[in-house]
């Protein structure tokens, strides 16, 4: 939209998580997100191989996050299957998001994605849930740096008071992928 001149540096859109405000500085975009909603810690959840601790938080549309060590071991598109269909979740399901602490405030994550039903190569919504529930459960400050499978270095920024979050922003490199044109007769 900046580059062709159809909105400004600074700008809104409306999506069906609401109306997002974006900041375009050259190949940077800094995006503000829902706050989180309907945190929830420490769930049990009985899966095919076995139990797992997972973390739900809301961030436009629903995420269970999960830590495990040696994240390029897991097996993202199995498990994070069970999880997005888990009745705990139902009716709606939730995407999965695997976590791996990487540092002082840096992880690394992996995303299996409803609607895509299958991993993903990044998900804004899924970052931004990790990086919220490292900051509840691993003391994380903002802001968090979030390595994706696709190799993207995104940074979430946030406001936090005991377990509320508001003024959250998700930032990371925008690049064009794909151009078409509609063509109608």
């Known amino acids: 939209a900046v580059e062709n001149?159809?909105?400004a540096k600074k700008m809104y859109f409306e999506t069906l998580a609401g109306i997002i405000q974006a900041e375009v500085n050259g190949a940077i975009?800094?995006?503000k997100m829902s706050d989180p909603a309907e945190l929830k810690l420490n769930m049990n959840l009985i899966l095919s191989d076995g139990r797992y601790s997972v973390n739900f938080v809301?961030?436009?549309v629903p995420h269970t996050v999960i830590?495990?060590?040696h994240l390029e071991n897991q097996h993202v598109k199995t498990i994070g299957k069970e999880v997005r269909y888990h009745?705990?979740?139902a009716p709606r399901g939730t995407n999965a998001d695997f976590v791996e602490v990487a540092g002082k405030n840096l992880i690394k994550v992996r995303t299996y994605e409803r609607g895509v039903e299958d991993e993903t190569l990044a998900c804004g919504t899924g970052v931004?849930?990790?990086?919220?529930i490292s900051a509840v459960i691993k003391n994380f400050k903002s802001p968090v740096t979030c390595l994706t499978k696709g190799g993207d270095r995104l940074k979430i920024y946030f406001k936090r008071s005991g377990d509320?979050?508001?003024d959250v922003y998700l930032?990371?490199?925008a690049r064009e992928v794909f151009l078409g044109r509609y063509l109608y007769k």
């Open 5 to 7: 001149k159809i909105a």
């Open 164 to 166: 509320d979050f508001t």
């Open 67 to 69: 830590f495990v060590k």
């Open 29 to 31: 975009v800094k995006l």
């Open 87 to 89: 009745s705990t979740f």
């Open 128 to 132: 931004t849930a990790s990086a919220i």
């Open 58 to 60: 809301n961030t436009g």
């Open 171 to 173: 930032e990371g490199g």
